[in-house]
């Protein structure tokens, strides 16, 4: 019994109690890692394509997914035997992109050498055995073989295509849009000024708006023309493919994103269509509802909301902590801020979407509107949604992390620097500046480095503050003002949530839930390392600083 009491006198069940739970909260960790790098990098792989001959006469083609044991609770053929769940692409003509076959029912398993493996604008993939290829009524390649020689460079030439497309929609029909919309604008405005002041004459720029206007219109019919042109042009070429139960399908080259041999590739070739798409998923915009194609414009979105809540999060926190630090006189009263401060750390994040929504939107936005943008509505422009109120209420909801964290830094800067400074002369505006400030930073960035971490994963407040599934348009352009607050945006997180638990296609959906939520997990460690790498330079500039 000395022993046993000896033995929690010196503490050592905490100890190893300690140890235990944080060997588990590493390993859950760890294991969370590995489950998403797993599923979220490995869903780029290409992979074979098995043609499979079941018992019943069927013939279904397609990649091998995944292989698990059939369940039967309670008899001896439980988990014995097994399935196969098979991506068959070609919703089109199956309506369905994967099925669950029994591997008792197949009679015979072939990997066909000519098998192709098409990613199109939509509809999901194709898996078939190629045809033709034909260029209006003229046949370029006829057979597999030629088919899958002269294919790579169609497609080059389609995705050239798809950019010359791009180009005409975005600069040249957008730009003439883009200066339609704003004479239409300045129209309106003089209306407006001619209904306030009874006559005034308009005349003269009403018709020079008109004239205007007119030009506008006839290059915008030009651009339109050019536009139909380019497509029926790109859209001539047709590849001909058979499915596995032998039903034929056109398609245009210009819908080919990518198109491989999968049983072909070697394992050079097979890394070179994974890098491939890699980069199309992080430089590329989604298609096919979100479920395929790339997520650039959430990416843009994620970075470019978190800095602009730290741009707001930080100076205001940082502000506070000092004013209640190193100004304010300590009583009841600074006591009772300081723990609405902490209060506000513990509010549901939705709370902080709804004020967002209330005040930011509606209150500011909608008073923007009537004063500076009268001629757009009832059409609002910043009375809705957007990433700059976005990012103001995740703003709000960090600032008390910042304030926290900051305040601590602060303590932590030892009296007598502040009392040498002052010593030689120096106002309190000039140490806090010069000695407190810097000495301070390190902890001021950690806060920032928590406050990152938390906005960036946020998703609740944005869903009613001006994040969308599909943004047109990114808030950065060539038009004026070249950055647009108010434009709605897509969000990494969010994307998370659309794709995971709104896409009808459930199993198409999967893989790219981890891979976005790859991508997310990198963009915060990112952000995080960056301030990090600055936090640690100050911190070995001020040695004297002791808070970490």
Not at 8 to 23: H, K, M, Q, V, Y
Not at 220 to 225: D, I, K, P, R
Not at 364 to 369: H, K, L, M, N, P
Request: charged share 20%.
């Amino acid at each position: 019994m000395g022993a046993i009491r000896e033995i929690f006198r010196r503490g050592d069940p905490a100890i190893w109690l300690s140890g235990t739970g944080l060997g588990a909260s590493i390993l859950m960790i760890a294991g969370m890692i590995v489950l998403i790098l797993g599923n979220g990098l490995g869903f780029f792989w290409p992979g074979q394509v098995a043609r499979f001959t079941l018992e019943d006469g069927r013939v279904l083609m397609g990649e091998i997914v995944a292989r698990e044991g059939i369940p039967a609770p309670g008899t001896d053929a439980h988990l014995v035997r097994s399935r196969l769940q098979i991506k068959l692409g070609n919703r089109d003509l199956s309506g369905a992109d994967f099925t669950w076959i029994d591997e008792d029912a197949v009679a015979r398993t072939e990997y066909p050498d000519s098998a192709v493996y098409v990613e199109r604008r939509e509809y999901g993939p194709f898996i078939g055995l190629p045809e033709s290829l034909s260029d209006g009524d003229r046949t370029i390649a006829s057979g597999a073989d030629a088919v899958l020689a002269a294919l790579p460079a169609l497609v080059e030439k389609a995705a050239a295509d798809r950019e010359t497309i791009r180009r005409l929609e975005q600069y040249d029909i957008g730009g003439v849009n883009y200066r339609i919309e704003q004479a239409r604008l300045r129209g309106r405005k003089l209306d407006l000024e001619a209904s306030r002041t009874p006559g005034t004459d308009v005349a003269g720029a009403r018709a020079a708006i008109e004239k205007e206007l007119a030009a506008l219109k006839a290059q915008y019919a030009l651009f339109e023309g050019r536009l139909a042109q380019t497509v029926e042009e790109a859209s001539r070429i047709r590849l001909t493919l058979r499915a596995a139960d032998g039903e034929a399908k056109d398609l245009s080259t210009l819908d080919v994103f990518r198109a491989y041999p999968a049983n072909r590739l070697s394992t050079s070739g097979r890394a070179a269509v994974y890098a491939s798409r890699l980069w199309e998923f992080l430089s590329g915009d989604p298609r096919e509802s979100n479920t395929e194609g790339g997520v650039f414009p959430a990416i843009f979105g994620t970075v470019l909301m978190v800095l602009i809540m730290s741009v707001v999060a930080v100076p205001f926190g940082v502000l506070a902590a000092l004013y209640l630090r190193e100004y304010a006189r300590q009583g009841v009263l600074v006591r009772v801020v300081r723990i609405a401060v902490n209060n506000l750390a513990g509010v549901p994040s939705i709370v902080f979407g709804v004020f967002g929504l209330g005040f930011f939107v509606y209150f500011v936005g909608g008073t923007i509107d009537r004063l500076f943008y009268p001629e757009l509505l009832p059409t609002p422009t910043f009375g809705t949604g957007g990433i700059l109120w976005a990012s103001l209420t995740l703003g709000l909801l960090t600032v008390p992390v910042v304030i926290v964290a900051s305040e601590e830094a602060l303590a932590a800067v030892p009296r007598s620097m502040r009392e040498a400074s002052l010593a030689t002369g120096a106002t309190k505006f000039q140490t806090i500046l010069r000695v407190v400030l810097p000495a301070a930073a390190p902890g001021i960035l950690t806060g920032l480095i928590l406050a990152m971490a938390r906005g960036a994963g946020e998703v609740a407040p944005l869903m009613i503050t001006g994040v969308v599934k599909l943004a047109p348009d990114l808030p950065l352009d060539g038009f004026f003002p070249f950055l647009h607050l108010d434009r709605k945006f897509m969000h990494l997180g969010f994307h998370i949530y659309d794709v995971g638990f709104q896409s009808p296609n459930v199993e198409a959906a999967k893989p790219m839930v981890y891979a976005t939520a790859v991508l997310l997990l990198v963009i915060v460690v990112l952000l995080n390392l960056t301030a990090i790498v600055v936090r640690n330079r100050l911190r070995k500039k001020y040695q004297t600083s002791a808070f970490s």
